[in-house]
T-cell receptor, first 112, second 113 residues
Framework: AQSVTQLDSHVSVSEGTPVLLRCNYS??????LFWYVQHPNKGLQLLLK??????LVKGINGFEAEFKKSETSFHLTKPSAHMSDAAEYFC??????????FGAGTRLFVKA | NAGVTQTPKFRVLKTGQSMTLLCAQD?????MYWYRQDPGMGLRLIHY???????AKGEVPDGYNVSRLKKQNFLLGLESAAPSQTSVYFC????????????FGPGTRLTVL
């Protein structure tokens, strides 16, 4: 069975500093992995997805994530946070057979 | 190109009342989904549809019914609302070619008193 764990419920950074949002997954095979962002009172927007083509995945708005099979991790990073990055971020594993499993979410706060 | 739209945006119901949430997509996607989002729990799949006239249960289907009479629309019904159904409901759609990439609507915030 597939599962996903977001290791931090809240992350706070200062504007201009790096962002790291951590995600671990469990899967019996090599899954498809995603990061979505949700701004307040908005729907979810796809940031990036991993489907085994390359372990380092670049997404929109300067975000990227690295798939590490040995660590079963798919952490999301950005070199320099912007105020507009403040949102909730969801790590998602596609479990096959329409089993899309969402993490509980990490809320990112960006301080001026 | 509006993408995925949801109607209504907000609704307050009394226990036992019924209502229908409407989802529409203009991307000609084959697959459509209904999720609920509760604090600290991410999104959970209620029902989904792989095509017009077909629906299937997701992770948390109890208390909900769905219909997909037209390819572009996916309706979620609550026959007798309960306070436990207070949540934010999201509709999503995806294409046959890229089924794992879902496009989400803006959500419907439902409160059941």
């Amino acid at each position: 069975a597939q599962s996903v764990t977001q290791l931090d419920s809240h992350v706070s950074v200062s504007e201009g500093t790096p962002v790291l949002l951590r995600c671990n997954y469990s899967s019996s095979y090599s899954p498809s992995l995603f990061w979505y962002v949700q701004h307040p009172n908005k729907g979810l927007q796809l940031l990036l997805k991993y489907t085994s083509a390359a372990t380092l995945v670049k997404g929109i708005n300067g975000f990227e994530a690295e798939f590490k099979k040995s660590e079963t991790s798919f952490h999301l990073t950005k070199p320099s946070a912007h105020m507009s990055d403040a949102a909730e971020y969801f790590c998602v594993v596609e479990g096959g057979g329409f089993k899309t499993i969402f993490g509980a979410g990490t809320r990112l706060f960006v301080k001026a | 190109n509006a993408g995925v739209t949801q109607t209504p945006k907000f609704r307050v119901l009394k226990t036992g009342q019924s209502m229908t949430l409407l989802c529409a997509q203009d991307m000609n996607h084959e697959y459509m989904y209904w999720y609920r989002q509760d604090p600290g729990m991410g999104l959970r799949l209620i029902h989904y549809s792989v095509g017009e006239g077909t629906t299937a249960k997701g992770e948390v289907p109890d208390g909900y019914n769905v219909s997909r009479l037209k390819k572009q629309n996916f309706l979620l019904g609550l026959e007798s609302a309960a306070p436990s159904q207070t949540s934010v409901y999201f509709c999503a759609s995806s294409s046959l070619r890229s089924a794992d990439t879902q496009y989400f609507g803006p959500g419907t915030r439902l409160t059941v008193l």
